[in-house]
């Protein structure tokens, strides 16, 4: 089992920045690829960024090109998502998963590790 546990949301005016972090506890943290999902109300939950068991590789989605980083520190076991430049459209709860992948998937089927999620409101 893999425990994963969210903090950072909050609530910041659009054009502002905001730093997630995941923390893992249970396994050896480095077998773990970890993804960042988000849901908004109403909506499915879509992927926003992943990163390879040792931070080698990244996966993007189109809507955090350019303003969300992906980073991981496997000696803290923990997973950031630094966000940058955000909307209001980036207003959703946000979750970090895990999966023993050795790729970087982009599905959320592919992880079977949630944590709770983090609110994050962005302002207009």
């Known amino acids: 089992q893999v425990q994963l546990v969210e903090s950072g949301g909050g609530l910041v005016q659009a054009g502002g920045s905001l730093r997630l972090s995941c923390a893992a506890s249970?396994?050896?943290?480095?077998?773990?690829?970890m993804g960042w999902f988000r849901q908004a109300p109403g909506k499915e939950r879509e992927i926003v960024a992943a990163i390879s068991r040792l931070g080698h590789s990244t996966y993007y989605a189109d809507l955090a090109k350019g303003r969300f980083t992906i980073s991981r520190d496997n000696a803290k076991n923990t997973v950031y998502l630094q966000m940058n430049s955000l909307k209001p459209e980036d207003t959703a709860v946000y979750y970090c998963?895990?999966?023993?992948?050795?790729?970087?998937?982009?599905?959320?089927?592919?992880?079977?590790?949630w944590g709770q999620g983090t609110q994050v409101t962005v302002s207009s």
């Open positions: 998963a895990a999966t023993p992948s050795v790729v970087t998937p982009r599905s959320s089927r592919e992880y079977g590790y």
């Open positions: 249970g396994r050896t943290f480095s077998n773990y690829a």
